[in-house]
């Protein structure tokens, strides 16, 4: 399946895929939770899976991909080790979310969307992560920290980095 | 009951403020027999500003006593229930934790209908649901009740649908059930895309057999043999908890084949979203749950002729189907007593912002925004005054100081230009910038838009390219009147609800704080002192005596000196956060 450069670097091991197939290739209307799933073993969503998604489900490739891009969940690139989710939904931003976004962009060097090039980090800007009366909240990987300021952020990332540097000890 | 019953409040928020952690100091406790008591959780009791929150039941005298405790702490709480196991009630370790009763006044001053179990029982407990007389409602129904009869109670009842557009439920149900065709589906919208509001999120996880129990009264009214849930992905502890709901459910014969022992079946699943606020709207819902792009479909045809996969389909969201069983067990009648003339029973509200005490709020309708935000809520933070309050999110509007005393009635709020909505109530206080208020919204609504109409995805786009010039201080003389040009134009050419009332942040802005406005673009101020392209940050350096303060305390390491000497802010790093400011002694840093 080298259809592109793109296919060639990307191999990935796709009979992690077949349990998923099993559950829902014949299910009427499963592509997202297919899509949901094959995000959950990568942990992002790499070409080759998407075309074999395509191949096993018999929809066209170009409709697999034009699903998947409309939904803000999947990622086509993968993430750092650490997920930053940080909320930017109206209660957040009235609490000056976008203040915590600037402190840790500049304490890691990169923006929304991106990842640190150690492959420790990932900031990625949601809509509201339903803890309100907390803001600013983010998220990383499975926990919430609440009422954040922007140094309180800067320190937890900090903290992260500081036990990473010790033998990484998760969180 | 002998033994210490204590409760632990485990909404996701909860948890995110250390619920989970005082559990697990208290679970060690117990099982290092420190501590005899028997430990058990529940959801969102609404007070989400006290959390870590425990209810603890003692027996006295052959009665059983409750005490709340908030705010505690997992390092100490094994040392605090010790001495609560020990009737130290009043030891000052044990008093600081325990709730005023200015709090306790708050929660009994709500009415709970949609809410009535949240806090209250263990969510992960069928057993803890059927004892405060869960699933009789579906008894009920299914052993004595015509589709009709069901449809006939939630119409007098006035029951309106609470996902935002307040269309009457009934009508939705008799629809759906007239529709010719065996093949029926129910749906419930668990999306809940205002950024902002978390009133579904809260029913789920601290109640979802109430949930399930008022789905499945829906889907005998209309006839439908399969029931869905389209929940938000970002709500994994709500879809964890609404599985093992469903299970026990289906282990019970309340759901599955014959419900109890009626000739009623009806399977439910659920399907996680996949990030999309455009999904919310019933028929781009439908599209995703049928695996496509959630885009939004000409209305009519309406679900209730041809919904999922062309099927009759009925969409109500969690809080309507909250209310439900509700109904049954209590009559139509006790529900339509609450209320006005237009809006009957209750409403859940999620109150967030500049407020002293956020949370969840259940009221009867035909109360008014003081009575939430200053009664309730607590007022304004840090005693500030209150300019606005967003209400409806991105499709909503904000309501100003004046209309403080406004209704809270489905046409005496739209009437002020912002509407009912889910629930979000986001409030703000003389700090906030209502003109970036409105950027904010265009950012999320452009972002949002799923495109297929060119008047909301292009519109969208240069209408919120004009509110970032004029927070960035660029504004120009037209722009206003543009911004008027472009949402009639919206309003007009989008084909689904996002993009016909994408405008109304930025109209009820415009009418309430124009001045605002204005004074961004004819005096490059922002008067709220938000918009920081319109503020800078600077140390007078006859006042900074170099004593370094601000330089450790600055997140970003903006401002740099040696000791003694005078400090200097670079503004391009600068993120204006105030901490500076905040912190120094000398009153050398000024903003403007
Ligand atoms: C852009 C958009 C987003 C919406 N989001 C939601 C939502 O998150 N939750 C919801 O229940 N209804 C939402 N709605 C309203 C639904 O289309 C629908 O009216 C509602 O689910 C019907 O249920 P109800 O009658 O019980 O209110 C949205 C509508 C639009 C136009
Ligand atoms: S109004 Fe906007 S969101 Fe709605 S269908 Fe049109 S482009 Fe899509
Ligand atoms: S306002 Fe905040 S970011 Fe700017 S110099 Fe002061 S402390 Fe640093
Ligand atoms: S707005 Fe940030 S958690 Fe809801
Ligand atoms: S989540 Fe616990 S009170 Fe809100």
Redesign the pocket.
């Known amino acids: 399946m080298d259809c592109c450069p793109e296919c060639k670097n990307n191999k990935s091991d796709l009979s992690l895929l077949e349990p998923v197939f099993k559950e829902l290739a014949d299910e009427k209307g499963s592509l997202i939770a297919i899509l949901q799933q094959a995000q959950e073993i990568y942990g992002y969503l790499p070409t080759d899976v998407l075309r074999c998604i395509a191949d096993r489900t018999g929809i066209k490739p170009a409709k697999v991909y034009g699903t998947a891009t409309f939904y803000t969940q999947f990622r086509f690139k993968p993430v750092g080790k650490y997920l930053i989710m940080l909320c930017q939904g109206t209660a957040c931003h009235v609490n000056g979310a976008d203040m915590v976004l600037d402190a840790i962009s500049s304490e890691l060097g990169i923006g929304d969307g991106d990842t640190t090039e150690d492959g420790l980090f990932s900031i990625k800007c949601v809509a509201c992560l339903g803890c309100c009366s907390l803001s600013p909240v983010m998220m990383i990987n499975e926990e919430t920290y609440g009422t954040l300021t922007p140094t309180k952020a800067v320190q937890i990332i900090r903290d992260i980095k500081e036990s990473e540097a010790n033998g990484g000890a998760a969180q | 009951m002998s033994k210490m019953k204590i409760v632990i409040g485990q909404g996701s928020c909860g948890i995110a403020a250390g619920a989970a952690k005082v559990y697990d100091a208290l679970d060690n406790a117990i099982k290092a027999g420190k501590l005899d008591a028997d430990l058990s959780i529940t959801g969102c009791i609404g007070m989400c500003y006290l959390e870590p929150i425990a209810d603890v039941f003692t027996e006295e005298k052959g009665a059983v006593v409750k005490r709340t405790y908030v705010q505690l702490n997992g390092s100490d709480a094994a040392d605090v229930f010790a001495l609560i196991q020990k009737g130290d009630f009043e030891n000052e370790a044990v008093k600081k934790y325990e709730i005023s009763e200015e709090d306790e006044n708050n929660l009994k001053s709500q009415t709970r209908v949609a809410l009535r179990n949240c806090g209250n029982i263990d969510p992960e407990n069928i057993d803890a649901y059927i004892a405060t007389g869960g699933y009789e409602a579906l008894k009920k129904v299914v052993s004595g009740m015509t589709q009709d009869e069901v449809i006939d109670v939630i119409k007098v009842s006035g029951l ?10 009934w009508f ?1 149900w008799n629809a759906a059930k007239s529709s010719p065709g065996d093949e029926k589906y129910l749906i ?7 950024p902002g ?1 978390f009133m ?1 999120r809260a029913v789920i996880e601290g109640d979802p057999h109430t949930l399930i129990e008022g789905m499945l009264i829906g889907a005998y009214a209309i006839g439908a043999k399969e029931a869905i849930v389209y929940v ?1 992905a970002e709500y994994p502890l709500a879809i964890i908890r609404l599985k093992n709901a469903i299970k026990q459910a289906n282990e019970r014969g309340y759901l599955g084949d014959n419900i109890m022992g009626s000739n009623f079946s009806c399977k439910m699943r659920i399907k996680a979203g996949a990030g999309a ?9 439908i599209e995703s749950l049928e695996g496509q792009r959630g885009m ?1 479909r000409l209305k009519p045809p309406f679900p209730a002729a041809s919904g999922y996969f062309q099927k009759p389909s009925n ?7 909250a209310n439900v069983a509700w109904i049954i067990n209590n009559g139509g009648e006790a529900f339509a007593a609450m209320g006005t003339q237009d809006s009957k029973g209750t409403k859940v509200f999620a109150l967030t912002g500049k407020i002293n005490k956020g949370g969840l709020v259940e009221i009867p309708m035909g109360s008014t925004l003081r009575d939430v935000i200053y009664g309730i809520g607590g007022g304004i933070r840090e005693n500030k005054k209150f300019k606005a309050v967003q209400m409806g999110g ?2 909503g509007g904000c309501i100003p100081a004046d209309l403080l005393d406004t209704v809270i009635d489905y046409k005496k709020l739209s009437a002020t230009g912002a509407i009912m909505g ?1 629930g979000g109530m986001v409030v703000m206080d003389e700090s906030t910038c209502m003109v970036d208020m409105a950027r904010f919204f265009l950012d999320f609504t452009a972002k ?1 838009s799923c495109g297929k109409c060119a008047h909301c995805r292009l519109g969208t786009k240069r209408m919120l390219e004009i509110l970032e010039r004029i927070v960035n201080g660029e504004g120009k003389d037209g722009d206003i009147e543009l911004l008027e040009e472009l949402c009639v134009s919206i309003k007009d050419g989008a084909l ?6 994408a405008p109304n942040p930025v109209l009820t802005t415009l009418k309430y704080f124009r001045h605002e406005y204005e004074a961004h673009i004819y005096e490059h101020k922002c008067p709220a002192g938000q918009c920081r392209s319109l503020v800078t940050y600077t140390i007078d350096a006859d006042k900074c005596k170099g004593c370094t303060l601000c330089a450790r305390q600055c997140p970003v390491q903006a401002i740099s000196g040696s000791v003694k000497n005078p400090h200097v802010i670079d503004t391009e790093k600068c993120i204006k956060c105030g901490k500076c400011i905040a912190n120094c002694k000398f009153g050398a840093i000024s903003v403007n």
Not at chain 2, 160 to 169: K, L, V
Not at chain 2, 188 to 194: F, L, P, Q
Not at chain 2, 496 to 501: D, E, N, R, V, Y
């Open positions: 309106a649908g609470r996902g935002g557009a307040g269309f009457p439920t939705k419930c919208n668990a999306d809940e895309g205002d509001a579904d938000r606020f455009v999904c919310g709207e019933e028929t781009a819902l939004p969409i109500n969201n969690v809080e309507t189907f991105p499709s889910s949002e689904c609800g996002l993009g016909q009332t």
